[in-house]
């Protein structure tokens, strides 16, 4: 199975701080990658598909890149609503896998 | 716009099984794969299997091979996951989601099950 090393698995960071979330898959995916986010209690909610498509309705300052093994998500100014904890998501074979999560705390 | 309804909180014995189901509404069902995501308390996103409706072909994480089965009725839209020999660790919320090329916008509202003698 592919394996999706996500990092870093937490980040403290301030209200208009730019942050950048990566993963690595284990052997070549194209861009067949997804984000989410998640907040407790609650379902995970797409933000980027095919590892750079910003999905309708998410606001610009999310965004995606990275193609094959390489992806990274970008915030480019936090806000308090984006305190939360982020997931990629490897769709390219079955099993899929995600990666182990980020927790993005208020500093 | 597709959604998701998830059947409720199950509160299980240990050895016994569970079946949670996800009926699908305002989209078309068959056409698109239903994945099964679980996530322990605490813990992070699992996928666990995957079924497309209009072929009735499923795949399995190793994880769950011979005690998850996935099954999908086209003529309610309705997908299942039935998950067998459960034990204390299996306790997690279990949701189902739409796949539409790496576009997973599509989630259940997760249903919490709870494996406890």
């Known amino acids: 199975a592919i394996q999706m090393t996500q990092s870093p698995s937490s980040l403290s960071a301030s209200v208009g701080d730019r942050v950048t979330i990566t993963c690595r898959a284990s052997?070549?995916?194209?861009?067949?990658l997804g984000w989410y986010q998640q907040k407790p209690g609650k379902a995970p909610k797409l933000l980027i598909y095919?590892?750079?498509s910003l999905q309708s309705g998410v606001p610009s300052r999310f965004s995606g890149s990275g193609s094959g093994t390489d992806f990274t998500l970008t915030i480019s100014s936090l806000q308090p609503e984006d305190f939360a904890t982020y997931y990629c998501?490897?769709?390219?074979?079955?099993?899929?896998?995600f990666g182990q999560g980020t927790k993005l705390e208020i500093k | 716009q597709v959604q998701l309804v998830q059947s409720g909180a199950e509160v299980k014995k240990p050895g016994s099984s569970v079946k949670v189901s996800c009926k699908a509404s305002?989209?078309?069902?068959?056409?698109?794969?239903i994945s099964w995501v679980r996530q322990a308390p605490g813990q992070g996103l699992e996928w666990m299997g995957r079924?497309?409706?209009?072929?009735?072909?499923?795949n399995y994480a190793q994880k769950f091979q011979g005690r998850v089965t996935i099954t999908a009725d086209k003529s309610t839209s309705t997908a299942y996951m039935e998950l067998s020999s459960l034990r204390s660790e299996d306790t997690a919320v279990y949701y189902c989601?739409?796949?539409?090329?790496?576009?997973?916008?599509?989630w259940g509202q997760g249903t919490l099950v709870t494996v406890s003698s």
């Open positions: 052997q070549g995916i194209r861009n067949d």
């Open positions: 305002g989209g078309t069902f068959s056409s698109y794969a």
């Open positions: 998501l490897q769709d390219y074979n079955p099993p899929y896998t």
């Open positions: 079924i497309i409706p209009i072929l009735g072909i499923a």
């Open positions: 095919a590892a750079s």
């Open positions: 989601a739409r796949e539409i090329s790496s576009s997973w916008s599509n």
